[in-house]
């Protein structure tokens, strides 16, 4: 649980709830680390192109899926659909489809259940974002 911060579980948004959890210190408790995790694990990146480009799920580097599989297509740094491939529109930082991008107003999208729960983005201006950087260090080996 989030200890100190379970209570805001039910009166925010889980968009807010992440952006405050990850602006007082996440890697610094285990606890919140693997609720985030756990919140996060399953959901879709998809990018804010013309196409929604499936950009793969936030899960268990063994998924083929997984954008933590670096022998998978989303995972790969030679995938044209990978955001760890820094030459490709998904995840060059000069690319307005990338989470790298700290400008861009078009950052993937994390989708759960339907519904976007937060961007996947280096640009601090949005709301509600989390960086692919300090994603893969909290959940890569916690999924």
């Not at 948004?13 to 609720?35: E, K, M």
């Not at 899960?59 to 998978?72: M, R």
């Not at 760890?84 to 999208?109: C, H, M, R, T, V």
């Given at each position: 649980m989030?200890?100190?911060?379970?209570g805001?579980?039910?009166?925010?948004?889980?968009r807010?709830?992440?952006?405050?959890?990850?602006?007082?210190g996440?890697?610094g408790?285990?606890?919140?680390?693997?609720?985030?995790?756990?919140?996060?694990?399953g959901a879709?990146i998809i990018a804010?192109d013309?196409?929604?480009t499936?950009?793969?799920?936030?899960?268990?580097k063994?998924n083929g899926?997984s954008i933590?599989?670096?022998f998978?297509?989303y995972?790969?740094?030679f995938?044209?659909?990978?955001?760890?491939?820094?030459?490709?529109?998904f995840?060059?930082?000069?690319?307005?489809?990338?989470?790298?991008?700290?400008f861009?107003?078009?950052?993937p999208?994390?989708?759960?259940?339907?519904?976007m729960?937060?961007?996947?983005s280096a640009?601090?201006?949005?709301?509600?974002?989390?960086s692919?950087?300090?994603?893969k260090?909290?959940?890569?080996?916690e999924?």
């Amino acid at each position: 649980m989030l200890g100190p911060l379970a209570g805001l579980a039910t009166s925010m948004g889980p968009r807010l709830l992440l952006g405050v959890v990850c602006a007082i210190g996440l890697a610094g408790n285990a606890a919140a680390q693997s609720d985030v995790c756990q919140r996060l694990s399953g959901a879709s990146i998809i990018a804010q192109d013309d196409d929604n480009t499936f950009l793969g799920t936030i899960s268990s580097k063994f998924n083929g899926k997984s954008i933590f599989n670096e022998f998978g297509t989303y995972g790969s740094e030679f995938s044209a659909e990978s955001i760890w491939n820094k030459f490709s529109q998904f995840g060059s930082e000069f690319s307005a489809y990338s989470p790298f991008n700290k400008f861009s107003d078009k950052p993937p999208l994390i989708v759960k259940g339907g519904k976007m729960i937060a961007y996947l983005s280096a640009n601090k201006t949005l709301q509600g974002v989390i960086s692919a950087h300090l994603l893969k260090a909290l959940c890569e080996d916690e999924l």
